[in-house]
């Protein structure tokens, strides 16, 4: 796509900086970890040499990983939906800094009674392609998500595991009932439908852009939207995205006149970044970094009650010592998830105890985290027939996330904790989160690290989306508490293989029930039961933390554990 006529390429690169150096300078592998630079942005001088900054109209936000697609419909990656949110709308949004309260998006008007969902769309809206937005877009983005039937169907090869649970096991017909009105017609009552709706990957696409491309992937690095700011480039070998100002946004702002996205893979790295005001934010801090922040007279730590889970899941499907509970419960009573919390996170996270959050509807407040406890361990294990112990890998990412900012750290002290009762762990560590979730997601590992931010502030975003296989009941053999990952329907954001039969009816009933209080009491039941079970080892709950240079108007950004970041505010000094 062509960049913005007050943009050039030349402009982009100098804003960029020196990718290669930094990355030296950080010690990490260029093809993975990208760069901090000196400057942030500039004009060039006759000579060719930078001239000195001016970060008063380019907004630069760090972060940890640098994907190379930008579609909403083919990731699972909290670190392009950072990038898409920026490019799309969806048809309801969050309220910034709440902890999931909506308001509206492109629809002004909407409404879910039974099992139907209205909305009335907001008129004017232009996408940055020129077309004008109408409900024949929502209509071609759903289809192109859920309807094999519809020609320009994403495949399933392509979409990520968002489209089940997002739309496609619940819409059975969308139309467009008016230019500016669009009726959806769900397969059961579904409580969290409207909740969905402000999710990243429900993101409205140009129907225009879809039917005219030759190829459905290629989307990802041409993203047309309707948001505040236009995709102009993705440069890969820099490991940047520059957005530029969309003049004809619908809601508030922008304020700047671009954003650039730049990947430091080093937390130390890229908080310094912001320190110096080579950046202005970023996130995904780990203890260190965050104390560098609090040290600074230049930036500010700015904190947040986070809404995420983070833990370590044991593939049931691909080890059989996986599937004895006495196994399961027996590694998360020798996992030291409190040493983790304490000694690596260090206070910026709590233990977890269930799958849900706490402040989310349905979190079981009876409940407690696993003691840590290698006597115990060991009994259940030759309990279990595994006396003598066996070995098994664990997949890690390298990439700092929020709810894992040291995750090559805690695979160590896991490894450590685990043999001290006999059991060998080979850590098997992945240079790109892309790369990681694609070896997950076929379910090629033994156990692995993830974790979860909400998607909606919904408790079904994580005890349905995470946890329950969407597989019929019937798919689950008689006795038996997981199935394979070629199960017809399985999702692989189940990476733990886990089917528990009462746990699915539990979770099951909660989406289809409107009334809150019912709801909550069945989830209360399910987290019981994933706790006892403990397909995962719970490992925590992480505070929102981000690193924020002085140049940022304070009330212009909002932290927020739901949806965002909202950029469109931001103003600068």
Request: some cysteine; aromatic content about 10%; proline content about 4%.
């Amino acid at each position: 796509m062509s960049m913005s006529s007050n943009i050039d390429r030349r402009t982009f690169l100098t804003t960029a900086g020196s990718a290669a150096a930094a990355a030296t300078l950080a010690g990490c592998s260029g093809s993975d970890d990208g760069s901090a630079s000196d400057e942030t942005t500039g004009t060039e001088t006759t000579d060719g040499n930078e001239a000195e900054s001016d970060l008063s109209g380019t907004l630069v936000y760090a972060r940890g990983d640098h994907p190379q697609n930008y579609d909403p419909q083919q990731t699972t990656s909290g670190e392009v939906a950072k990038v898409s949110n920026q490019i799309y709308d969806q048809l309801v949004g969050f309220t910034p800094g709440s902890g999931g309260q909506l308001r509206d998006g492109l629809a002004t008007e909407y409404s879910l009674e039974g099992t139907t969902a209205t909305l009335t769309l907001r008129e004017d809206v232009t996408f940055h392609n020129g077309e004008s937005f109408t409900a024949a877009d929502v209509r071609a983005t759903i289809r192109r998500f859920t309807d094999n039937e519809y020609e320009h169907y994403l495949g399933d090869e392509n979409r990520s595991g968002y489209g089940p649970f997002t739309f496609g096991n619940w819409v059975d017909t969308v139309e467009a009932t008016g230019e500016y009105e669009v009726t959806i017609e769900l397969t059961q009552q579904y409580a969290p439908f409207l909740r969905n709706l402000a999710m990243f990957a429900a993101a409205i696409l140009s129907k225009s852009q879809i039917e005219s491309l030759d190829n459905q992937v290629q989307l990802g690095t041409e993203p047309q939207g309707t948001g505040a700011f236009e995709f102009s480039e993705l440069d890969n070998s820099n490991q940047r995205v520059l957005l530029s100002a969309n003049a004809d946004y619908w809601g508030n702002g922008p304020n700047v006149e671009q954003v650039v996205f730049k990947t430091i893979g080093q937390n130390s790295t890229r908080v310094q970044d912001v320190i110096n005001g080579s950046s202005h934010i970023t996130d995904n801090l780990d203890s260190q970094s965050s104390q560098q922040l609090e040290n600074a007279g230049s930036a500010r730590l700015a904190s947040k009650n986070g809404i995420n889970v983070g833990y370590m899941a044991m593939n049931q499907s691909r080890r059989e010592e996986f599937r004895s509970r006495k196994v399961r419960r027996a590694i998360s009573y020798a996992v030291n998830t409190q040493a983790i919390v304490d000694s690596i996170y260090q206070g910026f996270a709590t233990t977890a105890d269930q799958p849900l959050p706490p402040d989310v509807l349905g979190h079981n407040e009876d409940l407690e985290p696993y003691p840590t406890d290698k006597d115990e361990a060991r009994r259940l294990l030759n309990e279990a027939g595994y006396g003598d112990g066996f070995e098994f890998e664990l997949a890690t990412f390298s990439n700092p996330r929020g709810y894992n900012p040291s995750p090559v750290e805690t695979a160590n002290q896991v490894r450590s904790d685990l043999e001290e009762i006999g059991l060998t762990v080979e850590i098997n560590q992945f240079s790109t989160f892309s790369s990681y979730l694609s070896y997950t997601d076929q379910g090629r590992h033994d156990a692995c690290f993830l974790g979860w931010y909400t998607d909606n502030a919904d408790p079904d975003n994580f005890m349905y989306v995470l946890l329950d296989p969407k597989v019929p009941l019937d798919a689950v053999p008689d006795g038996q508490n997981w199935v394979s990952f070629d199960t017809e329907g399985y999702s692989p954001l189940n990476v733990a293989g886990w089917a528990h039969s009462e746990y699915m009816s539990l979770v099951r009933e909660a989406q289809r029930s409107y009334d809150d209080a019912t709801r909550e009491e069945l989830y209360v039941e399910a987290n019981r039961i994933a706790r006892e079970e403990a397909p995962w080892v719970f490992i925590d709950y992480a505070q929102t933390l981000r690193g924020v240079n002085e140049a940022v108007v304070s009330d212009s950004y909002t932290v927020t554990s739901v949806g965002g970041p909202f950029l469109n505010t931001v103003e600068l000094q």
